[in-house]
């Protein structure tokens, strides 16, 4: 069983702080991951993917990939109530399909 | 340029009724997926193709059927709608491992 884990939250950040979302999987044959931004009541939308061990950033956003412990987080810097949203973690194996299991999601809540 | 459009965006069904959740994505992508959301379980996949002509059963596929009718869509179908499948229904689509999905904007069902 592939398993993609999440704290829930949610996590509550002052306006101008680092948000950090972690998130941890099951599978050492896990190959791709990436982070999506989940408004309330919309879709999904892609932040970030990352399939090497370190960090890779782009703007305010940093994924950060250690695959010896199995963990990925996203790092969001200077972090505005336009932020808050769920953000879910998927994991792909690379298996035909290219099918992403998800987790939880985490809710984070950036307060003016 | 579209991405990916679902139809319709609300239904609401009897138990018992049947229907079919339409999807089209623009993008000549190979694949698509279609899952279901619920609240505290996250995004669980229910169906999908790894390209056209192909279809596998995914996490929770008991109750549905679907269709990839060419490259461009993929529908759902509830043969017998049942209140456990009220959810929020998903289609997405992807190009390769590399690239994520892009989701629609989901269909919010009801089965009452």
């Known amino acids: 069983q592939k398993e993609v884990e999440q704290n829930s939250g949610p996590l509550s950040v002052p306006e101008g702080a680092i948000a950090s979302l972690n998130c941890t999987y099951s599978?050492?044959?896990?190959?791709?991951f990436f982070w999506y931004r989940q408004y309330s009541g919309k879709s999904p939308e892609l932040i970030m993917f990352?399939?090497?061990?370190g960090d890779k950033e782009d703007g305010r956003f940093t994924a950060q990939l250690n695959k010896a412990s199995q963990y990925v987080s996203l790092l969001i810097r200077d972090s505005q109530p336009s932020d808050s949203a769920t953000y879910l973690c998927?994991?792909?194996?690379?298996?035909?399909?290219?099918?992403?299991?998800f987790g939880g999601g985490t809710r984070l809540m950036v307060k003016p | 340029n579209a991405g990916v459009t679902q139809t319709p965006k609300f239904q609401v069904l009897k138990t018992g009724q049947s229907m079919t959740l339409q999807c089209a994505q623009d993008?000549?992508?190979?694949?698509m997926y279609w899952y279901r959301q619920d609240p505290g379980m996250g995004l669980r996949l229910i169906y999908y193709?790894?390209?056209?002509?192909?279809?596998d059963k995914g996490e929770v596929p008991n109750g549905y059927n679907v269709s990839r009718l060419n490259k461009r869509e993929f529908s759902l179908r509830l043969e017998s709608a049942a209140p456990s499948q009220t959810s929020v229904y998903f289609c997405?689509?992807?190009?390769?491992?590399?690239?994520?999905?892009?989701f629609g904007s989901g269909t919010r069902l009801t089965v009452v």
């Open positions: 997405a689509s992807s190009e390769s491992r590399n690239y994520g999905y892009t």
């Open positions: 599978d050492r044959g896990s190959q791709s």
């Open positions: 990352i399939y090497s061990n």
């Open positions: 998927a994991v792909t194996y690379g298996n035909a399909g290219n099918m992403l299991t």
């Open positions: 993008m000549n992508h190979n694949s």
């Open positions: 193709s790894a390209s056209e002509g192909t279809t």
